[in-house]
């Protein structure tokens, strides 16, 4: 029996986000994005055979960054829709060429699931077409008023609280989806109620109350805490340099942002000598070698490359090792052009791939009042420093 697990993660969410402008589920806790520790759920389970996410157009190269080095059951992404539910039949359309038996649908934002929930759900589909991981209600309910007066007590018998993973069978599933988008129905706020409305029996499958569906910043800042104090970690200090000449051109490559100038820097890739210098600033605060021996000039695979792809790299392996990026601090070397324009625009690229808020990421810049290379305008040189937390050994 072959099972597909499809995780939703195309929606916006960005009041969660400290930052502002990151989508929740790219968040990091505990050092890490939330939706890559979702899909290590998935991917950790041995039931599961492929597993497919659905992200937004838009986060292209915050996903490219997450999966980096991913195992082969993890598929390419699908784009999603306007709603999650178009979010969903456009993942399971995906789905379809692999003809899985069953798929578990789950929300991106829900990293604590465990393998019991999944083994459980699974479990219930032998017997059932459908089934979701539910918590029973335990709080007293109330009905208001449009003025916020309480009207009744409602009973709480019966009553759960849908979570996800919810498991289908995979052909009634796919089946119900585009009945309901051919029905012009798009309003459904989950999956088990369109299996509900197309006449297949849902099963209850008790959840664990971690499963939390991470909503607001608070949610994001109390995961962290929990993930982060479960954990001893020390800290790790970085440094990075690197310097590029001009040569004929009509712009530069600084922070991940193309400036047009007079020249460009010369390189193997872009010569982004910012972004080269925290990359080795990063591979220096893990004691994981040089931006060289990662992606050497020798090989033409990188000729030309833009070098936020070194960032990416170098923040992964960070992650890899369980630990969580604290602040960068840059220093740009060069008479022209200015870097004060273009920081708010460096600060904003750097956080979306090292998943930082704009106030730990320092960009400053100096010139050298006409001495050396750098007062000649003969090229541009950049000073990185970077923060890191690892888990100690004795942690």
Do not use: C
Not at 214 to 229: I, K, M, Q
Not at 234 to 262: C, M, N, Q
């Amino acid at each position: 029996m072959r099972i597909a697990a499809l995780i939703v993660a195309a929606g916006r969410g960005t009041r969660a986000a400290a930052s502002g402008n990151t989508p929740k589920q790219y968040a990091p806790i505990g050092g890490r994005p939330v939706l890559a520790r979702t899909i290590e759920a998935f991917l950790a389970h041995p039931a599961i055979h492929d597993v497919k996410v659905v992200i937004h157009p838009d986060d292209k190269n915050r996903y490219a960054a997450l999966v980096i080095g991913t195992p082969e059951k993890l598929s390419p992404p699908v784009m999603g829709g306007d709603t999650r539910q178009e979010s969903v039949l456009r993942g399971l359309e995906a789905l379809a060429d692999s003809s899985p038996d069953l798929v578990l649908i789950h929300d991106a934002a829900r990293p604590f699931v465990t393998a019991s929930t999944i083994t459980d759900v699974i479990a219930a589909l032998r017997d059932r077409p459908a089934a979701l991981a539910a918590l029973a209600v335990t709080d007293t309910l109330k009905r208001a008023s449009v003025d916020g007066i309480v009207e009744k007590t409602m009973s709480r018998d019966r009553l759960w609280r849908a979570q996800t993973p919810q498991g289908f069978h995979f052909v009634p599933i796919l089946a119900a989806h585009r009945k309901a988008a051919d029905a012009g129905l798009r309003k459904f706020t989950d999956d088990a109620a369109i299996a509900e409305w197309a006449g297949l029996d849902v099963a209850i499958v008790e959840d664990k109350p971690s499963n939390v569906k991470l909503t607001t910043a608070g949610d994001l800042e109390l995961a962290d805490h929990h993930l982060t104090s479960q954990t001893a970690f020390e800290p790790r200090i970085g440094s990075g340099f690197d310097v590029h000449r001009f040569t004929a051109g009509d712009h530069v490559w600084l922070g991940g942002i193309k400036i047009p100038y007079t020249h460009k820097l010369e390189g193997h890739s872009d010569a982004d000598v910012i972004l080269h210098a925290l990359t080795d600033a990063l591979l220096g605060a893990i004691g994981d070698g040089d931006i060289g021996q990662h992606f050497p000039p020798s090989d033409p695979k990188w000729k030309g490359a833009a070098s936020r792809l070194f960032l990416e790299d170098a923040a992964r392996r960070v992650r890899d090792r369980g630990g969580r990026i604290v602040n960068v601090d840059i220093t740009v070397l060069a008479e022209a052009p200015r870097i004060g324009p273009h920081r708010p625009a460096m600060q904003t690229l750097i956080g979306e791939v090292l998943g930082l808020t704009i106030d730990r990421i320092g960009i400053k810049a100096t010139t050298n009042e006409g001495m050396g290379f750098v007062g000649r305008r003969e090229g541009i040189a950049a000073m990185a420093s970077a923060s890191v937390l690892l888990p100690s050994a004795s942690g």
